[in-house]
């Protein structure tokens, strides 16, 4: 956010005001999450999150468009990239630390947190190249208007959740699983009914497929 700031043309001193100003949000932002998440529901708070963060992306960079840059237009954009940090640690951040243990079934939980995590990472390893370059004056030098290349990836990932980020608000692991073996339409897991009966159906093919899983471990280590 300093460098960001710097970039854009504010001073020093605003530049680093506006970085720990951006701190004390993500902590507002955090702890008003936990009163918000289980009210709302994971799916509309992380899409809608991206939504109110691909308007502010959007506003950063058509900002930046005009040049030079006037301080007004330094502070307007360190403004509203603090609420694109507000929106993100309310909605997206906390959500995302929700979900992930959430979806996957109980047999495959632990590998699908860490290839979520993996692959985390891997994403992070290069937003720390490219924002550098988007900021760097010897690179590509595109100050605020780096809010349109951000952007770019914002509306991939909102049309992501809208077609396949699951409602689990309210939902057991055996629903959720009962859902996905239904194959039934992410968006509509926060409404769909499921009876008792269904459910343990699922419960007992699952113990069962558990159960043949493990005679067969058994039946290979007596072999070998």
Request: proline share 5%; glycine share 8%; charged share 15%.
């Amino acid at each position: 956010m300093t460098y960001f700031m710097e970039q854009a043309g504010a001073s020093a001193h605003t530049a680093f005001a506006f970085g720990l100003g951006m701190n004390a949000v993500s902590c507002i932002g955090t702890i008003a999450s936990w009163f918000l998440t289980p009210r709302v529901g994971r799916r509309p708070m992380y899409l809608w999150g991206l939504v109110g963060m691909l308007a502010t992306l959007l506003t950063v960079g058509f900002l930046g468009i005009p040049s030079p840059t006037s301080v007004k237009l330094s502070w307007a954009c360190g403004g509203i990239l603090i609420l694109n940090m507000l929106l993100y640690f309310l909605t997206v951040g906390p959500v995302c630390f929700t979900i992930v243990p959430e979806v996957p079934a109980a047999r495959l939980r632990n590998k699908t947190v860490a290839v979520a995590r993996a692959a985390y990472n891997v994403c992070g390893i290069g937003a720390s190249f490219l924002n550098p370059a988007i900021l760097n004056p010897l690179a590509w030098n595109l100050k605020a208007k780096g809010g349109l290349v951000w952007s770019g990836f914002c509306i991939l990932s909102v049309v992501w959740v809208y077609f396949r980020f699951p409602e689990t608000k309210g939902r057991t692991p055996l629903e959720l699983d009962t859902l996905f073996e239904r194959k039934t339409r992410t968006r509509d897991f926060g409404t769909t009914h499921i009876d008792a009966t269904e459910m343990a159906d699922a419960a007992v093919a699952d113990t069962a497929q558990v159960s043949t899983k493990v005679v067969e471990a058994q039946k290979m280590e007596v072999e070998a």
